[in-house]
């Protein structure tokens, strides 16, 4: 291994699924600070995520991914080992096995992790890439075909936001802050659709949607 090579390794996210209570016990053990990142069913996880992943590349901290509803018993060990109630997306900050810090829900916000990655995790020499085999998922092929399908003609205006605001709300994959941003952008923050879709207004609301459409295939 090259020495640029072995800067590379030690730069890397650590980013391990966590499947187990055995791999959970394996994983705090390993890293004297870590923290584990429980992902639920929506977008939250994906906004929530987003943030975090911005952190990650400036701090130095191993990061534990459990997505609760395929390997609950590892969520529940988590649970009980730390004395927290579970919640999704929750983020647990763990020193020795120990938490030390918890932040759930929509307050995953640079407001909360900021102080508390500057004053707790180290910070790297470098920005850092993403190891091999992490567990960012980052897949917009879904958001490109349905937009494509909208330029295209094949779906009026209404019926197009209703999918694609449906889809967003429903994504829970791993994103990065960049690509959170970028699928956020046809309609605004989805904070604001927690009443429905009546709440959203017109699809041409904020410009020609046609173009913008366009404007983010080209991005993605």
């Known amino acids: ?107 995953i916000s640079p407001e909360q992790l900021g102080p508390v990655f500057e004053s707790k995790v180290p910070k790297r020499d470098g920005a850092a890439g993403v190891a091999e085999g992490a567990v960012i998922e980052g897949n917009v092929a879904p958001y490109k075909h349905l937009m494509q399908d909208y330029v295209d003609g094949k779906l009026p205006d209404w019926q197009f936001q209703e999918r694609y605001v449906n889809m967003f709300r429903d994504d829970a994959s791993l994103r990065s802050q960049r690509e959170f941003e970028l699928l956020s952008k046809l309609f605004g923050d989805p904070d604001a659709y927690h009443g429905g879709l009546h709440q959203l207004g017109e699809p041409q609301a904020r410009g020609d949607l046609k173009a913008r459409v366009q404007e983010l295939l080209s991005q993605l």
């Open 1 to 107: 291994m090259t020495q640029t090579d072995q800067t590379q390794a030690a730069q890397a996210q650590v980013l391990v699924a966590l499947t187990t209570p055995e791999e959970v016990d394996t994983f705090l053990a390993q890293y004297p600070q870590a923290a584990v990142f429980k992902a639920g069913t929506c977008h939250k996880t994906m906004q929530g995520f987003g943030v975090l992943e911005t952190y990650l590349a400036k701090h130095d901290l191993p990061v534990g991914f459990i997505r609760v509803v395929d390997w609950r018993p590892a969520s529940n060990h988590v649970a009980d080992l730390s004395g927290i109630q579970h919640q999704s997306p929750q983020f647990i900050l763990f020193d020795q096995a120990k938490p030390t810090f918890e932040v759930n829900n929509w307050d």
